[in-house]
T-cell receptor, first 114, second 115 residues
């Protein structure tokens, strides 16, 4: 059973607009969340993270929002640029009593249209 | 540092053959992880090591899979015998800590095709 779910396999957004990628999780022990970006033929690279003590973390054009009660997080990219076209993975971890390491979703392929 | 280095980048083999994937982690990283990426299951953890010792191999799909870390700078993932359903991209990652406060650093992966 997938503990981290990304229900949209792909998303198409026009350049300059906002991209919103969503992620849901089921394990209530998860308390740290990350987004990774992956280009073809490369490994995933760390993009941004958020701790469960926060509900928002911002880094330049990227903002991650966390809704603990809904077990939901989202990644906002504003404005979207062609170089943002990639697969984005949501990942989660638990400090104690949970799964070791990182648990990933299946990924969302973001396509930025010119 | 050159990052996490994996070899080969691509491997095509026939069913029943032995396959060995290799990984060199970032120097000084105490943790090494092997992940597998498939369309059906996404990125799943197979096994991880701490200071060269296997800690959790519960993700290894079958006895056909084995992993070793003979020293701090080298790890292998072996599949013997290989089957078509093993076709996937295999990633190695390393980290200073188990808790991914800075994330894990991934290699570029090995794309395995078993025909």
């Amino acid at each position: 059973d997938q503990q981290v779910k990304q229900n949209s396999p792909s998303l198409s957004v026009q350049e300059g607009r906002i991209s919103i990628l969503n992620c849901d999780y089921t394990n209530s022990m998860f308390d740290y969340f990350l987004w990774y970006k992956k280009y073809p033929a490369e490994g995933p690279t760390f993009l941004i993270s958020i701790s469960s003590i926060k509900d928002k973390n911002e880094d330049g054009r990227f903002t991650v929002f966390l809704n603990k009660s809904a077990k939901h997080l989202s990644l906002h990219i504003v404005p979207s640029q062609p170089g943002d076209s990639a697969v984005y993975f949501c990942a989660a971890s638990a400090r104690e009593g949970g799964a070791d390491g990182l648990t990933f979703g299946k990924g969302t392929h973001l396509i930025i249209q010119p | 540092d050159a990052g996490v280095i994996q070899s080969p980048r691509h491997e095509v083999t026939e069913m029943g053959q032995e396959v060995t994937l290799r990984c060199k982690p970032i120097s000084g990283h105490d943790y090494l992880f092997w992940y597998r990426q498939t369309m059906m299951r996404g990125l799943e953890l197979l096994i991880y090591f701490n200071n060269n010792v296997p800690i959790d191999d519960s993700g290894m799909p079958e006895d056909r899979f084995s992993a070793k870390m003979p020293n701090a700078s080298f790890s292998t993932l072996k599949i013997q015998p290989s089957e078509p359903r093993d076709s996937a991209v295999y990633f190695c990652a390393s980290s200073l800590f188990l808790f991914p406060i800075y994330g894990y650093t991934f290699g570029s992966g090995t794309r395995l095709t078993v025909v």
